[in-house]
């Protein structure tokens, strides 16, 4: 089942409580032959990048970005444009990515 996976992007943190679940599954899919590209910050929690404001939460951005060009650019997509939006919802900014592909 694991080798049907498509190319996977796994973003964690070292105090998010799902780490080891998120390295397993990383483990798991190289095993299987997936393209699988694991990051992980050092000393966030869960969901840090939900939190536009932090400096960690624009390099996550950036890989976000940067993985869904080049999967794009593999599957012969032409014309990828990957946009970053904050909009601030009950106080708070929250990450949303658009994807937009011909």
Request: aromatic share 12%.
């Amino acid at each position: 089942m694991l080798a049907k996976f498509p190319r996977t992007l796994l973003i964690s943190a070292t105090r998010d409580y799902g780490l080891s679940n998120v390295v397993h599954t990383h483990t798991a899919l190289v095993k299987a032959a997936v393209p699988a590209n694991l990051h992980v910050w050092e000393g966030l929690g869960h969901c840090f990048f939900f939190d536009s404001d932090l400096p960690e939460s624009r390099e996550a951005y950036d890989v976000i970005v940067g993985f869904f060009r080049k999967a794009l650019e593999l599957s012969g997509a032409q014309g990828c444009f990957v946009n970053v939006v904050t909009p601030i919802a009950s106080g708070r900014r929250i990450a949303e990515f658009e994807l937009h592909w011909r």
